[in-house]
T-cell receptor, first 120, second 111 residues
Framework: NAGVTQTPKFQVLKTGQSMTLQCAQDMNHEYMSWYRQDPGMGLRLIHYSVGAGITDQGEVPNGYNVSRSTTEDFPLRLLSAAPSQTSVYFC???????????????????FGPGTRLTVL | GQNIDQPTEMTATEGAIVQINCTYQTSGFNGLFWYQQHAGEAPTFLSYNVLDGLEEKGRFSSFLSRSKGYSYLLLKELQMKDSASYLCAISSGDSSYKLIFGSGTRLLVRP
């Protein structure tokens, strides 16, 4: 298993450009999520999905779109990049919903390696 | 909504014991997680508490008191490789099952 993969690893954008961060997992996980991590601010939830065709907003959804057409893929789209979106982006997945571990341990989040995005 | 508080930084000596606290306020509660994150890397799972009490996994233990909104991560026999950030995360109980993280505690282990 490759686990959770993210592409690209690094990206530089100009203000106003759009792009898609890719996330894929090969573990048949239902729950997938996107976080951004800024220095000193921990991980902040952008969007999440509890299964194919179902997405919902997290703490900081503005400026980002997601879709979940398959179980494996959960792309994050930046509509019009802004310098405030400079961050490290992590995708995560788990078999079951966080806190609903049936069987026990199946809600452990597996994180991808991250995408470092700079918006100039 | 949720509010999660952790100390920003802690320093400890190799071989010692350190306790990292996490306090939280949430409208519902499905469980509390601890993750470890080394600089420049992705977070990795350490422990999970859903009931009150202590969960022990080798050198790491995690404690939860739901009535007090309080958890701690206990690291014993500290090693240099334990220098990392430790993230507390809450799964809320409002049927959304969002996993919300605190800002993390950066632990520096000195020789």
């Amino acid at each position: 298993n490759a686990g959770v993969t993210q592409t690209p690893k690094f990206q530089v954008l100009k203000t106003g450009q759009s792009m898609t961060l890719q996330c894929a997992q090969d573990m048949n996980h239902e729950y997938m999520s996107w976080y951004r991590q800024d220095p000193g601010m921990g991980l902040r939830l952008i969007h999440y999905s509890v299964g194919a065709g179902i997405t919902d907003q997290g703490e900081v959804p503005n400026g980002y779109n997601v879709s979940r057409s398959t179980t494996e893929d959960f792309p994050l789209r930046l509509l019009s990049a802004a310098p405030s979106q400079t961050s490290v982006y992590f995708c995560a997945s788990s078999y079951s919903l966080p806190g609903l571990a049936v069987p026990y341990g199946t809600d452990t989040q597996y994180f991808g390696p991250g995408t470092r995005l700079t918006v100039l | 909504g949720q509010n999660i508080d952790q100390p920003t930084e802690m320093t400890a000596t190799e071989g010692a014991i350190v306790q990292i606290n996490c306090t939280y306020q949430t409208s519902g509660f499905n469980g509390l997680f601890w993750y470890q994150q080394h600089a420049g890397e992705a977070p990795t799972f350490l422990s999970y508490n859903v009931l009150d009490g202590l969960e022990e996994k080798g050198r790491f233990s995690s404690f939860l008191s739901r009535s007090k909104g309080y958890s701690y991560l206990l690291l014993k026999e500290l090693q240099m490789k334990d220098s990392a950030s430790y993230l507390c995360a809450i799964s809320s109980g409002d049927s959304s099952y969002k996993l919300i993280f605190g800002s993390g505690t950066r632990l520096l282990v000195r020789p």
